[in-house]
T-cell receptor, first 115, second 112 residues
Framework: DTEVTQTPKHLVMGMTNKKSLKCEQH?????MYWYKQKAKKPPELMFVYSYEKLSINESVPSRFSPECPNSSLLNLHLHALQPEDSALYLC??????????????FGSGTQLSVL | GENVEQHPSTLSVQEGDSAVIKCTYSDSASNYFPWYKQELGKGPQLIID?????GEKKDQRIAVTLNKTAKHFSLHITETQPEDSAVYFCAATSTGANNLFFGTGTRLTVIP
């Protein structure tokens, strides 16, 4: 299994809703990432988990809350989002503990629309 | 921090022709340069990467060249096919850095 699986593929939510994005990989990778990608832009790093511990938080607003229940799962909890948070949210994983000079495997993303 | 510039932003080629995408970087400490292909509705997929101890790397129709002195690297796709149509991102980073710095992307269209 060489896939990173993200659910849901699409999500529409209001500004008062609470929702969660899920990501799963069974490649034995020890680092997992959340990226945000706006249309026609490159991905922007949000969070990195290394060996199930949060190692990088790129100054992301607290309305985004990551969680890594185990080495195969990564969640992103969303609360009180703004319309400008609408974007494609990508999960990625890499083999070792999050060294940036190693290969990233991306999921297909969750297309989020905030109304 | 690192700054990666990518050109062109859009590129159209006839099927069977070659395509070249160029990137420059600013941080001389950068030592890892991956290229990602992103098709519509999908996440980026690594297609080739190169490390700073190598000047060129090839994988079938895809090749990447690196000029450390000039701080630029390029992606070469030969014998292009319609399925090569996608957005391509270059990136750069260094050992110990906390981020992978992406270029702004190139939308490649291969015309049948």
């Amino acid at each position: 299994d060489t896939e990173v699986t993200q659910t849901p593929k699409h999500l529409v939510m209001g500004m008062t809703n609470k929702k969660s994005l899920k990501c799963e990989q069974h490649m034995g990778h020890r680092a997992m990432y959340w990226y945000k990608q706006k249309a026609k832009k490159p991905p922007e790093l949000m969070f990195v988990y290394s060996y199930e511990k949060l190692s990088i938080n790129e100054s992301v607003p607290s309305r985004f809350s990551p969680e890594c229940p185990n080495s195969s799962l990564l969640n992103l909890h969303l609360h009180a989002l703004q319309p400008e948070d609408s974007a494609l949210y990508l999960c990625a994983s890499s083999l070792n503990g999050g060294a940036t000079n190693e290969k990233l495997f991306f999921g297909s993303g969750t297309q989020l629309s905030v109304l | 921090g690192e700054n990666v510039e990518q050109h062109p932003s859009t590129l159209s080629v006839q099927e069977g022709d070659s395509a070249v995408i160029k990137c420059t970087y600013s941080d001389s400490a950068s030592n890892y340069f991956p290229w990602y292909k992103q098709e519509l509705g999908k996440g980026p997929q690594l297609i080739i990467d190169i490390r700073s101890n190598v000047g060129e790397k090839k994988d079938q129709r895809i090749a990447v060249t690196l000029n450390k002195t000039a701080k630029h690297f390029s992606l070469h796709i030969t014998e292009t096919q319609p399925e090569d149509s996608a957005v391509y991102f270059c990136a750069a980073t260094s050992t110990g850095a906390n981020n992978l710095f992406f270029g702004t992307g190139t939308r490649l269209t291969v015309i049948p």
